[in-house]
């Protein structure tokens, strides 16, 4: 193997290339048109246009992969994760076109790559699975009578694909048919393939996966579990290990569970073996054929490289560990950084600062004790067409309270400037005393996330008075010398429009007037206040912990920068399709009806009328792309249909 092609993007194409440049093997990126100036081109050893921008014109076209290994003089692939990595119509042509697939093969990922598919093996050997139905028949009126003999909370499953896309939880048999429409359609569009299963919903489970490895001599172990439970949409964003509910005997079952079911489909490679763990009880939910994202939450506690042990196993060797050599040590922790706001929704944008945090003496003398994979740089563009995970940060302790610890001093000491992110959730979240106390299931951001996403606004309305004077001011400036006169100024932060009095003091201090406060004393520049300007008159601002916009709204009328705006009107959050309307002109709504679906960063999106209201107006079509602040509908009030 001389020359790897990565079919992938970003931080994990860049992680596959250290590995393989490591080990003396060149490496081809490839990119779309919007990722032509991103890392992972410069840092492989060549690079080849796919030419398009959307997944559909470029990582996801087997043609355009295979020309570009074939013109770069590649003799194997690796997929790392997402797009084509479980395709099996992908793996065989790699293999087909006489190059080394680096994953497993073909007929192993027909055979456990497909939920459904997994679960049937699982039956035949023995692992324990929750009652469902993933048949051939695919019509709704098959899944009602399954539904109807299963019994509600139901789970609907997309049988392709992972990423929580195509999941949709049921607790009643009317919702069922808008969930098969809704998991169906964003399954098609994420994986191409509209295929479902449906199966008994636990509701208070832990998420916990084996890491499992096996060679092409017969040998299969496990790397331990990794606690992934909390989640939003379905998606992961804290992952650990050991997990805090896992003790060595149930590892060892569950660990024997996961072997089993690869071993029984002939596997070889890398793979996760997903489970719901249910006091000491747990059940398959499905296995994963490639590399996970969290994987170096493994490499952090057995200190091994996961990548190079796959790039060694497709080459023939044997697996360089037996199980009883697998020595797992201390704890680790792994948080996605992810281009979106406190409510999930995703954003694209510029990132106009950006910083990596500092490792602590400890950290620089402890290899791997903090560790950042990323895509990131000043000047990078989150586009619509990936999703929105930025990168990961990975501390590895000697136990859970310190890497908790270590942990959120990183994220306080990470810059991401231009766009939002969910760094002070993730940091809200690690505080959270149900996390820290090991006792996070999967329904804890359903059961938190309002009072954490009100934590977080709080924070930022306590100090976004001096995040906005430190921006006004950071181009001008101040008087050595006091001023008698007062400056009134109006400043917008989360909608509300605040008025305040500034006072100049001398040496840079201010005083400031609020009506119904104190008046309090500020020194510019504030230490520990980081602000970028995204607009003329507007910035993001970030300090260790909090992270919020604020607009200078002095300039405006005041009755428009007072103006408390009702529902008038549904903006589009961010970049996306319109792929679904459920709502027509003249039609009364109630608070938090639908009324209009948006496909972005690969997931479909509701937005609801905040209040009741008639649809006045609706200014989109079906299959529209639309930009933040777009006016998508208008409303009239709920007594009248004229607009407002």
Avoid at 37 to 47: C, D, F, G, P, Y
Avoid at 109 to 133: E, F
Avoid at 265 to 283: M, R
Wanted: proline share 5%; hydrophobic share 45%; net charge negative.
């Amino acid at each position: 193997m001389k020359k790897i092609l990565i079919a992938n993007r970003g931080e994990i194409a860049r992680r596959i290339i250290h590995t393989a440049h490591r080990m003396g093997i060149e490496t081809v990126a490839v990119y779309s048109d919007a990722d032509a100036n991103a890392l992972h081109v410069r840092e492989a050893t060549q690079a080849v246009a796919l030419g398009g921008a959307a997944s559909a014109d470029t990582y996801l076209r087997t043609d355009k992969l295979l020309a570009a290994a074939r013109a770069a003089g590649a003799d194997a692939v690796h997929p790392g994760y997402g797009f084509l990595s479980e395709n099996a119509d992908f793996a065989q042509a790699v293999v087909d076109a006489g190059l080394t697939w680096i994953g497993p093969s073909p007929a192993a990922i027909r055979a456990l790559g497909s939920k459904s598919g997994a679960k049937a093996l699982a039956h035949a050997h023995g692992v324990p699975c929750l009652p469902g139905y993933a048949g051939d028949d695919q019509s709704d009126e098959r899944f009602a009578a399954e539904a109807a003999r299963i019994g509600t909370p139901l789970m609907v499953k997309a049988v392709a694909g992972g990423g929580g896309r195509g999941m949709r939880l049921v607790t009643e048999l009317a919702q069922l048919p808008a969930a098969l429409a809704s998991a169906r359609s964003e399954a098609l569009a994420g994986f191409g393939c509209g295929d479902l299963l449906i199966e008994r919903a636990l509701l208070q489970p832990r998420h916990v996966e084996v890491q499992i490895f096996a060679d092409a001599h017969g040998a299969c172990i496990h790397l331990g579990e990794r606690d992934c439970s909390v989640q939003r949409r379905h998606q992961k964003i804290i992952e650990e290990s050991p997990s805090p509910a896992v003790d060595a005997a149930l590892r060892e079952r569950m660990g024997a569970c996961a072997v089993a079911l690869a071993q029984a489909a002939g596997y070889v490679g890398a793979g996760t073996v997903e489970f719901l763990l249910d006091g000491a009880e747990f059940f398959l939910m499905e296995m994963n054929t490639r590399l996970q994202v969290e994987h170096p939450v493994t490499e952090a506690l057995t200190g091994l490289d996961l990548v190079e042990w796959q790039i060694r196993v497709a080459r023939g060797e044997p697996l360089p560990l037996a199980q009883s050599q697998v020595v797992l040590q201390g704890h680790a922790i792994e948080v996605r950084l992810c281009a979106e706001d406190a409510h999930f929704r995703p954003h694209t944008g510029s990132v106009l600062q950006f910083s990596a945090p500092q490792a602590t003496a400890f950290e620089r003398a402890a290899p791997g004790a903090l560790r950042f994979d990323h895509a990131l740089e000043e000047g990078a563009e989150v586009t619509p067409h990936y999703d929105a995970m930025l990168g990961k940060l990975i501390v590895h302790a000697p136990t859970r309270v310190e890497a908790i610890a270590a942990l959120v001093r990183a994220l306080q000491g990470t810059r991401v400037l231009g766009l939002p992110t969910n760094r002070a959730f993730l940091v809200a979240c690690l505080q959270h005393p149900v996390f820290a106390s090991g006792q996070a299931l999967v329904p804890f951001l359903a059961e938190h996330a309002q009072e954490l996403q009100r934590l977080l606004s709080n924070n930022e309305l306590s100090v976004h008075i001096p995040w906005a004077l430190s921006a006004i001011f950071a181009s001008n400036t101040l008087s050595d010398l006091p001023c008698a006169m007062a400056r009134p100024l109006r400043l917008r932060h989360q909608g509300e429009v605040h008025s305040i009095a500034v006072r100049e003091l001398g040496g840079g201090r201010l005083l400031v007037e609020q009506a119904g406060a104190e008046p309090v004393t500020l020194q510019l520049p504030q230490r520990g206040v980081h602000c970028v300007a995204v607009g003329p008159r507007r910035w993001h601002c970030q300090t260790s912990g909090v992270d919020g916009w604020v607009e200078h709204a002095s300039w405006e009328p005041a009755a428009r920068a007072g103006a408390a705006g009702g529902a008038t009107e549904l903006r589009a959050p961010f970049n996306g399709k319109v792929v679904a309307l459920p709502v027509a002109a003249g039609q009364a709504l109630a608070a938090g009806d639908t009324v209009v679906v948006i496909e972005s960063m690969k997931l479909e999106h509701s937005l609801a009328s905040p209040a009741a209201a008639t649809v006045a107006e609706l200014l989109v079509a079906l299959g529209q792309q639309v930009s933040p602040g777009q006016v998508l509908a208008r409303f009239a009030p709920a007594t009248q249909g004229a607009p407002v």
